[in-house]
């Protein structure tokens, strides 16, 4: 089973850095599958469309999906989640979308901010064989915005900060070039985070000859392909005529970044 | 499920299983959320809006949340009247009625064209020319606000097509029941009622107009008075059945529609919310009527009343 409408228990709300929570849910009903970069549509109140949520993880327990997403604390929607308690039961639908592939060979991860959630669960999705090519590179502003999940020292992230009170000083993308100058490796990049990341990994990917795997974020009204609202511009290379744009919820969330008009994509960036 | 027969209505020739009908634009092609909303469980639903060309649609942000709805400009982003012929089709076909092809276009010999193209194929029942593109309106002229337009283009389809014709109307006027009685005097069969209210949002970042072409449609339940006023006007004008849209998004809503005159309804921004539209699917909609004591839909159209400008007499109150 691959899509359901459900309803969801909120089980607790955890503190995980400056304004971003972790909640985990349980899901009421029979369980479908979900894989890393999937995710939800949750219905929050207060607001009116649902809002979308990467998986950070999902496992299904005494025949019951469990899952758990990091969110940050943003406007009305997730403003209203955090006031939630746990036992309050939430609607939605999932899971959603295309995920990342699964790691095969030498593959860096790079997390800006809540865009962890889902690279930690494809990391641990992952056969141990392929968490040992893989690393994750991690970065906010500030040491209070990064998350300190223990799973973060067992893949032993590289942590940066903007202000050098965490980890290493400088951009999350400062670390990843430094350590492709240093060493010979060519890896895949799974990035996940703000637009402007994403921009740059991209740019960084082609300066460099490597492959960019990009979860896409924006406003989604159903998540599944039929209002046609979350378009995202094709690169030249693509788009025709009859088709400009693709999907995010549908023909992503992640794809690889060399489909996208990055240029034109920063122009209609809200 | 329940009981289908005190849910069933009549529209034309027709007898549908509930008067609930997915809108067009919000529910792909049909097939798209069949594997999600079983499709015996409502009465059928329009496809997205063909065009004789592909399109690609607008760009980003497309779209944009209000109090109590929406704003869109998708663009009318379709596959083209070839492909839906080669690849839509044969999908809709496996589907159950009711099954509606919306058409849209710049001119009247656009609509025209496409309907005789449509006219020799089975798998559909009917045809909804969708009038009104306030989004890809060219030089500002939207063909279905002119009521000499909209009757010209009903007529030149009619003329070329045998299918159940539908028109369906724009809110964005003075006076939708001229635009209702071009339709009917161009032949169509019925009208729908409403498409979106022409609105715009503002992107405080960036300060720019919402969304990319400085403004789109309005729909949800923010729209739904308005549609409701324009419903019960043209199914009291009108000699042909209304569809009403706009706005529904439970069971109780789809039951006012009818009230007010719709012969059924359809149903667009909801299913974004919930894309399995449980709330107007047969069983809410039977659970409705039990609370509501309403026999049956076909029985509640057009029942609804004027409050009675007059006080009663102080006499009668003593
Ligand atoms: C596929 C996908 C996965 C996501 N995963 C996560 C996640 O794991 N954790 C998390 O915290 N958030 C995630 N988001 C973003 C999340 O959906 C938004 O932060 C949320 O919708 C904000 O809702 P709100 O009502 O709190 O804020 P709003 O009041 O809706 O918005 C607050 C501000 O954010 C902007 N905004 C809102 N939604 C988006 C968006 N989707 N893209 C860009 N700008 C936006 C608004 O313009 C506004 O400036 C994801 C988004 C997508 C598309
Ligand atoms: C995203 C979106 C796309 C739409 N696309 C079309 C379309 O292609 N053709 C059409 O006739 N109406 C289209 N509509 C209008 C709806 O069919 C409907 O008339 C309107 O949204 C009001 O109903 P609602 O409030 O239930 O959504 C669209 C509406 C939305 C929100
Ligand atoms: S969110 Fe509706 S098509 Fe992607």
Redesign the interface.
Known sequence: MA?T?FQVRLLGLTPAAEGQYVAEFRLQGPAPDASPGQFVQL?LPG????RPFSLLDWEVRDGAAHFRILFAVVGEGTRALRSMSAGDLV?G?GPLGLGYPAIEGPTWMIAGGYGVAPLLFALRASAPGAQQSARIFYGAARADLLWRSPELDRFAATLTTMDGSAGRRGTVLDAVRAELDAGGARPVLYACGPMGLLEAVHHLAVERGLRAMVSIE??M??G??????????LAAAEAT?????VMACEDGPVMDSARVDWE??RA?R? | MPDLAPLSISLGPFRLRTPVLLAS????YGP??A??LPMEEIGGFVTKTVTL??????????????????L?S?GL?NV?LERFLSEKLPQIRRLPPFRVVSLGGYQASDYAEQAGRLDGQDGFEALELNLSCPNVAQGGLDLGTDPARVREAVRAVRERTGKFLIAKLTPNTQDVVALGRAAEEGGADAVSAINTLVGTGV?W??RTA?P?PGSGGLS?PAIRPVALAMVWKLSRALQVPVIGIGGIMDARDVLEFVLAGASAVQVGTA??????G?RVRAAALRGEMDILRVGSCESLRGNLEKRSTHAPPREALR
């Open positions: 899509w409408r219905s607001v009116f469309w649902p609607e639908h924006t406003p009204p159903c599944m392909g039929v209002c046609r609202g979350c378009a995202v511009p005529d009859e088709k400009r744009y034109q994509e209609c809200i | 634009g919000c529910c792909g798209e959320l594997g999600c060309r592909p399109r690609p649609g607008n760009p980003p942000p497309r779209v944009r949340e209000t109090a109590g709805g929406m869109n998708i982003e083209g992107d970042h960036t919402m990319s949800g299913l974004f919310l919930d894309p399995s449980a």
